[in-house]
């Protein structure tokens, strides 16, 4: 079973409507994250979060929340979406502390806003 | 945050040794150097990373400039499952910063 998972993989909606994306890990990391990626382009961090009180803002977080709901669990929400967050969005996870802090990262969320 | 340099893209053939260059001028002492990898349509990989000395793991070796402004990412023996993207970041905190990497092209 996948360490890190994501959903859903795919979502199409429409502009204005409000969309959950969630992230779940048996990792038993404390950190996690959320990214977008756009086409051509590297990552961007939306936020990030370093145990379940904590919550951090990324590179990107206007039009995005979050929330931590357990240790094992990060989900991202667009309140209301817009064409533009169309994107692919990763989750992450990290433990803090060997292999200088390594990032896994789920297999991603496919998000088309219409 | 301080930022990467790399080629847009490269090419190599099977079996064949490759040097992916990162450029990163601004680089602090405190940052770490990190690379990752990015198959056809996965989420990044770790690959390796470093802060002074030269790296070396099962996956690649990282060489290290000795005044820290740029780095290599080495891959011995190229596959065909190495095409892939590669990201050179920069982590000064628990945050890695992305820049948009080299796409790297392996032909049998």
């Known amino acids: 079973d996948a360490d890190v998972t994501q959903t859903p993989r795919n979502r199409i909606t429409k502009t204005g409507k409000r969309i959950m994306l969630e992230c779940s890990q048996t990792?038993?990391?404390?950190?996690m994250y959320w990214y977008r990626q756009d086409p051509g382009l590297g990552l961007r961090l939306i936020y990030y979060?370093?145990?379940?009180?904590?919550?951090n803002k990324g590179e990107i977080s206007d039009g995005y929340s979050v929330s931590r709901q357990a240790q094992a669990k990060f989900s991202l929400s667009l309140e209301s979406a817009i064409p533009n967050q169309t994107a692919l969005y990763f989750c992450?996870?990290?433990?803090?502390?060997?292999?200088?802090?390594?990032?896994?990262f789920g297999p991603g969320t496919r998000l088309t806003v219409l | 945050d301080a930022k990467t340099t790399q080629p847009n893209s490269m090419e190599s053939n099977e079996e064949e040794p490759v040097h992916l260059p990162c450029n990163h001028s601004?680089?602090?002492?405190?940052?770490?150097i990190h690379w990752y990898r990015q198959l056809p349509s996965q989420g990044p990989e770790y690959v390796i990373h470093?802060?002074?000395s030269n790296v070396n793991n099962r996956m690649a070796s990282l060489a290290i400039a000795e005044d820290r402004k740029s780095s290599t990412l080495i891959l011995h023996r190229a596959t065909l499952r190495d095409a892939a993207v590669y990201y050179c970041?920069?982590?000064?905190?628990?945050?890695?910063?992305f820049g948009t990497g080299t796409r790297l092209q392996v032909f049998p």
């Open positions: 992450a996870t990290s433990g803090g502390s060997g292999r200088g802090n390594e990032q896994f």
């Open positions: 990792k038993g990391h404390d950190r």
């Open positions: 979060s370093f145990d379940v009180k904590d919550i």
């Open positions: 601004t680089i602090s002492g405190t940052d770490y």
């Open positions: 470093g802060l002074t």
């Open positions: 970041i920069l982590r000064r905190t628990d945050k890695l910063i």
